[in-house]
């Protein structure tokens, strides 16, 4: 089947757009909440972190292929799980962060530079 442009009445078109709901952005709250604490162990070991993700955080180094994995405990703090990288070739790594259970972070480059 062709649609050809004699068979599309802008008219039509218009009067779709005009019954199409508005999206209120004043009436959309941000749900997403900071999860803070301070990282015990691991490359960032007493600093104040703030995570996405209520689980915790991943601290990816891309250039040597390393990964901390930082878990949230009840008291707030983010305690690394092993203060020896892993391999970031890990599926499963990938997947904690691809289920939003963990957030992920990058240390600033060696050039400089802000962290994420």
Same mark, same amino acid.
Request: net charge negative.
């Given at each position: 089947?062709?649609? *050809?442009?004699? $068979? !599309? %009445?802008?008219?039509?078109?218009?009067? *779709?757009?005009?019954?199409?709901? *508005?999206?209120?952005?004043?009436?959309?709250?941000? /749900?997403?909440?900071?999860?803070?604490?301070?990282?015990?162990?691991? +490359?960032?070991?007493?600093?104040? !972190?703030?995570?996405?993700?209520?689980?915790?955080?991943?601290?990816?180094?891309?250039?040597?292929?390393?990964?901390?994995?930082? /878990?949230?405990?009840? $008291?707030?703090?983010?305690?690394?799980?092993? $203060?020896?990288?892993?391999? +970031?070739? /890990?599926?499963?790594?990938?997947?904690?962060? *691809?289920?939003?259970?963990?957030?992920?972070? !990058?240390?600033?480059?060696?050039?400089?530079? %802000?962290?994420?």
């Amino acid at each position: 089947m062709t649609i *050809e442009e004699s $068979d !599309v %009445d802008p008219a039509d078109l218009v009067a *779709e757009l005009d019954d199409a709901p *508005e999206l209120d952005l004043a009436a959309v709250e941000d /749900d997403s909440e900071l999860y803070s604490g301070t990282a015990r162990g691991g +490359l960032w070991n007493g600093r104040a !972190v703030e995570s996405r993700c209520p689980k915790g955080f991943l601290l990816i180094d891309r250039e040597h292929g390393w990964v901390w994995v930082y /878990d949230r405990g009840d $008291d707030g703090t983010f305690t690394v799980r092993s $203060d020896e990288p892993a391999p +970031l070739d /890990d599926d499963g790594r990938w997947r904690a962060a *691809e289920e939003g259970n963990y957030d992920i972070m !990058v240390p600033a480059m060696a050039g400089g530079g %802000d962290e994420s």
